[in-house]
């Protein structure tokens, strides 16, 4: 599958500079990058290091989860991770996400990953024209959702040479979604075997293309409701679904999308960190998928990490629900475990050895 878009302009311009300090980038500029990818406008902001200000230097481009993402980095715990980078002389990309900041246009749910695999490729193809980065050193960061984007978009450049994942799917976003919500029923006092039998209907209802099936399903709902408080979601929507019948079933949706189909011929370098504790991708699940399938495609250069006691957001958790978050945020207390820094920086190093050789 090749996603192109027309790329139709590419502009820098000197945005500011940074100061180096506990609470601010360690960089010696930032610059703003604009361009189009199809029918968006992107606004990005480019993050020079200071051991490379006169120089070529690698270069990250950060691509974010689900929901809001905004070029501009506010928290202390955010800047510490992209001093990770900028400390190691790698050049650091992230760009308004389109809906948020300055990008201008409108995601597709139903072209969702397509979209913004496609913005990616064409932010490498305009920032390896950069006279400060290297174009032979330009790889991924990404987290969550950004698991689905990143190997779209290094099936669509040869340019991409490394990547960097945490708490990344190693499964289709069905089944994925359909782990978050039995673990967040759980979080919230259902039964196991409970949660799971509302699992197992609900993946019949939006999957069957059996009509008994469908209608066991819708039925089991209405009499056994279904609440994820944490999701603000709820089983309501059952008996409206049968509106939904009759219809076919698209096997070659975005939903259906397994990233591992791409990974399994990936040979670049590539670190995967996990949390124990993490609620929303299963991490067992994703690290055996993520370990055989680049065994599979022969890379010799690739480590995947389980931390314990992190969550899905790599900070440090008791249960990894979305209630406890909920709470840490309200509180004041939620942030990045410090094993997660330290194993960003750890593969860094590898990394940067690894092209010294």
């Keep these: ?20 300090s506990s609470d601010t980038l360690n960089c010696s500029a930032v610059e703003e990058i604009r361009f189009e990818s199809a029918h968006f406008e992107i606004a990005g902001n480019l993050y020079l290091p200071n ?7 690698p270069l990250v481009i950060w691509v974010s989860g689900s929901g809001p993402s905004f070029r501009t ?4 715990q955010t800047i510490r991770l992209i001093n990770c980078f900028l400390d190691a002389g790698i050049a650091y990309f992230r760009i308004d996400k389109p809906g948020s900041g300055d990008s201008k246009g409108e995601l597709s749910d139903d072209k969702l990953f397509e979209q913004l695999s496609q913005i990616v490729v064409d932010a490498v193809n305009v920032l390896m024209t950069h006279q400060k980065i290297d174009p032979d050193l330009i790889g991924l960061f990404g987290s969550s959702q950004a698991g689905y984007i990143m190997p779209l978009a290094i099936a669509n450049s040869h340019y991409i040479k490394f990547m960097i994942g945490s708490s990344c799917p190693g499964e289709n976003s ?10 967040q029923m759980i979080c919230e006092g259902i039964s196991p075997e409970r949660a799971a039998k509302n699992v197992e209907m609900f993946s019949i209802l939006r999957s069957t293309n059996n009509k008994e099936e469908f209608d066991r399903a819708i039925n089991y709902f209405v009499a056994n409701p279904m609440i994820v408080k944490s999701l603000n979601y709820d089983s309501t929507f059952a008996e409206r679904a049968r509106q939904w019948w009759p219809r076919e079933i698209n096997e070659n949706d ?9 990974v399994e011929k990936m040979t670049i370098p590539i670190f995967m960190v996990y949390g124990d504790k993490d609620t929303q991708i299963d991490p067992a699940q994703a690290i055996d998928a993520y370990n055989m399938a680049l065994k599979k495609a022969g890379n010799n250069f690739f480590r995947i990490e389980l931390i314990k006691g992190v969550d899905h957001n790599m900070c440090t958790s008791a249960t990894g629900c979305l209630n406890e978050i909920t709470e840490q945020n309200r509180a004041g207390t939620y942030s990045y ?4 820094y330290d194993a ?14």
């Design 1 to 20: 599958m090749i996603f192109r878009s027309l790329l139709k302009l590419s502009l820098i311009l000197a945005a500011g500079y940074c100061h180096a």
């Design 51 to 57: 051991s490379f200000a006169n120089s070529k230097s």
């Design 73 to 76: 980095v506010k928290t202390r």
């Design 174 to 183: 069905i089944d994925q979604w359909n782990y978050l919500i039995e673990k």
């Design 254 to 262: 975005e939903s259906h999308f397994n990233p591992i189909s791409i």
């Design 337 to 340: 475990s410090e094993k997660y």
């Design 344 to 357: 960003v920086k750890n593969w860094i190093e590898m990394l940067k050895d690894h092209y010294k050789n």
